[in-house]
Nanobody, 118 residues
Framework: QVQLVESGGTLVQPGGSLRLSCAVS????????MGWYRQAPGDQRELVAG???????NYADSVKGRFTISRDNAKNTVYLQMNSMNSEDTAVYYC????????????WGQGTQVTVSS
């Protein structure tokens, strides 16, 4: 069983930066993907940034060049660095772990609120 706990969400001013953390507990192995999703009120949950077990990354067009996903294997933690933030980045951000092989299994964190406002 894998558990994900996000942290770091807060109120930030437009143009500011924020780093989210996702602490992962449980066994992580095989082929998997980890990602950050977000959901604004009235919108569907969308992928913001993803990373495979092989280290490949992908980003939503709206965050390319501003957001960076990374991981610290020693700490079992995945990060989302967000720069040049704007009001459209306001949402609840969720960490996701998708076990592909063996699998499939899909896990979500509880979410952390990010609000961009002056």
């Amino acid at each position: 069983q894998v558990q994900l706990v996000e942290s770091g969400g807060t109120l930030v001013q437009p143009g500011g930066s924020l780093r989210l953390s996702c602490a992962v507990s449980g066994r992580i192995f095989g082929i998997y993907a980890m990602g950050w999703y977000r959901q604004a009120p009235g919108d569907q949950r969308e992928l913001v940034a993803g990373m495979t077990s092989g280290g490949s990354t992908n980003y939503a067009d709206s965050v390319k060049g501003r957001f960076t996903i990374s991981r610290d294997n020693a700490k079992n933690t995945v990060y989302l660095q967000m720069n040049s933030m704007n009001s459209e980045d306001t949402a609840v951000y969720y960490c996701n772990y998708r076990q592909i092989v063996p699998g499939p299994n899909n896990y979500w964190g509880q979410g952390t609120q990010v609000t961009v406002s002056s």
